[in-house]
């Protein structure tokens, strides 16, 4: 499944690519991009798991910028 989430308070790009590169290594992505100028975020991953994958795709953005939320709903 592949979904693209706004992102509210995405303030650097060097955090955008930590952050892409930390959603890349949870186990069930298939595939993961940020894009700093339209603050978006599109993630490929398995299914049957998909909810479960962007609640942690979440806290790796948390720790990586506090104050960055995705908007998953």
Same mark, same amino acid.
């Given at each position: ?7 509210? /308070?995405? +303030?650097?790009?060097?955090?955008? *690519?930590? #952050?892409?590169? $930390?959603? =890349?290594?949870?186990?069930? @992505? ?13 993630? /490929?991953? +398995?299914?049957?798991?998909?909810? *479960?994958? #962007?609640?942690? $795709?979440? =806290?790796?953005?948390?720790? @990586? ?9």
């Amino acid at each position: 499944m592949k979904k693209t989430f706004k992102m509210i /308070d995405l +303030d650097c790009a060097n955090c955008a *690519a930590k #952050m892409e590169a $930390a959603i =890349k290594k949870i186990e069930g @992505v298939n595939s993961a991009s940020i894009s700093f100028m339209a603050q978006k975020l599109t993630v /490929d991953a +398995d299914d049957t798991r998909f909810e *479960a994958i #962007m609640q942690e $795709a979440v =806290k790796v953005c948390k720790k @990586v910028e506090p104050d960055c939320t995705i908007v998953l709903g």
